[in-house]
Structure formats: C-alpha cells, structure tokens
C-alpha cells in the first residue's frame, strides 16, 4: 500500500486503574488507504473502541496513556497540541458513534446540531450553513429534509438518527471516517439502509472508512481489509475475502463460527440449541438437540384477542387529541406452555408495545388478554399482582434493568420476599440457587450489577425472572445488544430452562437469524398489525407476505463473493400516526398452510 491515509503503529492504550497502569490495547498496528475500508473486529473488551477513541484523541489525559505513532496524512497525531488536533477532529476526521442519541443533543434541533459544526469548522454563516445543513440531510436520504430541521432528535426513528449523526460526521467532507458499531442496535433492514448508505457515500466523496464492529455479517457486507482484535492485541489481518476463506488464528475462526446463519434451520423442526465455541482454541462443542416441550392438549399459558394499544396525541393551548398512535392494532395470538413464539418487525411496529401491554406495564385501549386462564386487562391491583408472577418481562438492557446501587442477591430476592413466598433468610438461600441455575455462583450475590460483564448481567435478569417461578417470560430483545459468543450461550441457557420447567416465552427481537434458532412459531408485526403468522419452518421457508421477505432480505450474509447479491429497500417505516377520524380498515387473512396464515390487504 502507498501512502495510506492512516497508519498506526505499536499503537498502545492504558488505564489508571487503583493507581495502577493497565493496559488495553497492545502494539497495535495497521493501514488504511485512501478509498479503502478497513473493519477492526472483535467482541466487547477486545480493544476496538478504544483504538478508535486514541485516533480521535477522546480519552481522558487524565487516568489514560495513548504511545506510539497515529499518522494521519503524514502528521502524528499524538504529537499535535490540543488546538491543532480540534481542527482535525470532526472536520478532516469524522466520527459515528454507536448510539445516536448519545451523541445528539435531546434538547437541541437537528438542524442547529449540523449547522454549528460548519459554522465552526467550515466559516460559513448562518444562512450558508442552514443550507448546507439541507444538503446534508438529502445526501443521507432524508426525506423533506428542510421542514426536519427544525425537529428534535426525539422526532426521528432510530435508522432516522443514525443518518443524522452520519449527515454531521460528513459536513466537513472528511478524509476518514471512522465508524464505531454504527449499526449494532439498528433493525435489520434499517441497518442494510445504513451500510448501503456509508459504502454509496464512501464511492462519492473519496473518503476511507475504519469501521468497527463485532457482527461478521456486516464486516463481509462493508469492508475491504479486515483486522481481528482480541483482549487488546492484533491477532489477525488481511483482505476480507483471505480471512473469511482461511482464518489462521483460532479466534477469528471462533468469531466466524459463532455467526448465526439465516436458512441453518432449513428442515429442522424443533428450536436448536447454538453451537459453543471456545473463543481461545477455536473448538466446536457438538450441538445438544431439544427435546419437543410445547403442551398441546394444555389451555394457552397466554391467549390475546383483538389487543389495541393506542397513545392519544394532544395539541394547543387547549390540550385537544388530534389524532392517535396507533401502536398495536388488533392483534391476537396464543402461547401454549412450553412454546416460543418469537415476535418479530422493524422499531416502531408494536412489538414492546405489545409486551408491556399483555402484562399491563402499559394499559391498553381494549383487548382481551389472559395469563394461565385468567384475565388480565379487568384484574385489580392485587389480582394483577398475583397474575404478574406467573408472568415475568426481561428487558434489552440489563444494567437499565437493575438498580447500580443494590446488590443483585438482594434485587433477586426482592420479588420473592414481596410476593410472601419466603423469608428473608430463605430468600438468600434461594437466590444462590438461581444464580447457579443461570450459570453463575452463589458468592456473586454480593456483587453490584456493574461488576459483571454484560452477559452475566443478562443471566441475573433471568434469575430474577425466574424468581417467582412464572410459567411465561416475555424477553424484549434480550440479546440483541450481546456479542455473539455470549448471545449463543444466552439463548441456550434459555432453551435448557424452557426444558427443564415448560416455560412459555414471548420472545421479542428483530435479529432474524436468532429467532429461526429459537422458535416454534413466528409472528411478524408491521404498523401495530401481525401481517403473518405460522410455524418457524413454514414462515422462514415459505414466507408470503412482502414485508417478511423485505426483512429476510435485509439480514447480512456473512460471505463476502455474496454482498452484492443482498436486496435493500429504502423505504422507512410508515408513521402509526392517524387522525381522530380514521376508521380502521378490515383485514383478511387468506390460509398457506397448517397454522400459517398472512394478511393480503
């Protein structure tokens, strides 16, 4: 390679950590020519964002230590005084971070949050900038960009953000840009929009991209050179095509065995467990199979009819409801013990929504919902109470889940103690027992929830959810936040569960090759409506509606010979915004086959 545009070399990055130096990344080196993406991959704690956040020089001076050489055309930038590496920042180098809304401000409009950076960096005045500001926003389709200007971050979906924070990091037309896990807690087809997107801009304006990520699928979907880190150290580069056609060192070929494959499941019946491999040796376990658990002559652990969640939206002086989102809209569904139906669909669709709405953390609008026989939206508080143990929720995040200041064998026992269903002594001995049960030690009940890594944190959410004994769990995108070692063992962990105590679970996700994986039946939501619906095999393998194809289509391959064969639909999720005279329209289902059913109008 001749003059890259970046080139890092011994890069090494340390943290105070109790007054010792602890080092996190380790004789790092790497290119990246002009034109050219890179992808530095690798799981949480491998050193990716740090090595990031050193070429951006975003660490804190004070207990971090950034040695060796970032030369970014031809100057080190570790060498470079403060005001000097301001000018550079944000203006020849650009940055998308993961979370779009980490990195907007909530309580300023879109449109002041682009036009200060050109003013800043580019001279402009404010005019110059506002239209610029347009510009922008129609380069990274958004559609009537300049009435959006003056909306709040808040106004904009997830995929809508993240294009946002792409218009800015591109303002100033950078040589680099450096892109953290940008697509990571995007929906499927959101996610192919915004790779398709930085490659299509990439092409325009000439710029080189060091994108970082733990999803292989997106590393052979995007980038022309790949680097492997692990625990800090480089373990592995070379062209994207050489590393995922002969990967040398065992952990990149862990990393690339451990991606879920949508169309694995092909002629599999029953939900299969993820195949283990040992990040360290590269080594496979062999694949335990599930034993069938759904009870089909039982009633329905959960049985929904006509579910209709809707937010009224009020305006002026005088508070009136000029319309209503329209969350949910008619759906009905049935869980048997033992079964998992996953429900699947874009942000915005219903899904959570629904979940909160089956266990009445949100109230909806009408609907009839029972848990186990008994019915739900006309329960009291105390019947709700009791309801609600046989019916548990574990949420996306698991530190938001938890309270930092408590440690987790008290928040596990919690629920047991309130319920009445033992002593305060006898909860403590209960909860070292779910700890075990999840995979963990009973001495880890003293520990706070920032002491665990995020999959461990995830397995506490599951013991507490556990706790009361349910008989149905509703998981809203569990894992979707988790690398993919952890993912597998997670999942796991939850099929060994739904063995051993019939658990029914409502499993919530958009990541479509998990929920092939896991379920014994699917249900795809678009708009608040379930527009298809049957057996996991024949809806994967015989999809009809056009929206279910659309998300299929949109799942990264993890093959790059085949990123070009991958259909990306840009059209966004319609709004579930609608006036106050709108009049639902009648569905029809027509029948493809046993149990599988799709709407066609």
Known sequence: MTNPILSISNLNASFRVNGDWRNVVRDASFDIGARETVAVVGESGSGKSVTAMSIMRLLSPGNSRVTGKIEFEGTNLLDLPLAQMQSIRGNRIGMIF?????????????????????VHHRGMSHSQAEAEAVRLLEKVRIPSAKSRL????????????????????????????????????????IQAQILELIKTLQEEEGMSVLFITHDMGVVAEISDRTVVMYRGDVVETGT??????????????????????????????????????????????????????????????????????????????????????????????????????????????GKTTTGRSIIRLTDPTSGK???????????????LASIRREAQMIFQDPFESLNPRIRIGAAIAEPIVTHGLASLAEAKERVGDLLERVGLTAS???????????????????????????????????????????KAQVINLML????????????????????ERISHRVAVMYLGEIVEIGPRQAVFENPQHDYTKRLMAAVPIADPSRRRTRRVSNEEIKSPFRAVDYVVPRRRYQQAGEGHFFQVN
């Open 496 to 515: 060994d569960l739904q063995e051993k105590y019939g658990l029914g679970y409502l499993f919530i996700s958009h990541d479509m090759a998990v929920v």
């Open 240 to 349: 994207t095509e050489e590393i995922f056609a002969g990967a040398k060192h065992p952990y990149t070929r862990a990393l690339l065995s451990a991606v879920p494959q949508l169309g694995s499941m092909k002629g599999i019946e029953r939900p299969l467990r993820f195949p283990l491999v040992d990040m360290a040796t590269g080594e496979m376990q062999p694949v335990k199979p599930t034993e069938d658990t759904v009870r089909r002559s039982d009633a329905p652990v959960l049985k929904v009819d006509n579910l209709v969640a809707r937010f009224p939206i009020r305006k002026g002086f005088l508070r009136r409801t000029v319309g209503s989102i329209h969350a949910v809209e008619n759906i009905s569904l049935e869980l048997l013990q033992g079964e998992t139906l996953s429900l699947v669909g874009e942000s915005g669709c």
């Open 444 to 486: 880890m009940a003293d520990r706070f929830p920032h002491e665990f890594s995020g999959g461990q944190r995830q397995r506490v959410c599951i013991a507490r959810a556990l706790a009361l004994e349910p008989k149905l769990i509703i998981a809203d995108e569990s894992v979707s936040a988790l690398d993919v070692s952890v």
């Open 98 to 118: 993961q979370e779009p809304m980490t990195s907007l401000n909530p309580v300023l409009k879109i449109g002041k949050q682009i036009t200060e950076v050109l």
């Open 150 to 189: 003056g909306e709040y971050p808040m106004n904009f979906s997830g995929g809508m953000r993240q294009r946002v924070v792409i218009a800015i990091a591109l303002a100033c037309s950078p040589k680099l840009l450096i892109a953290d896990e940008p697509t990571t807690a995007l929906d499927v087809t």
């Open 369 to 383: 919902i029972r848990i186990d026989g008994r019915n739900v939206d006309g329960a009291g508080t105390s019947e």
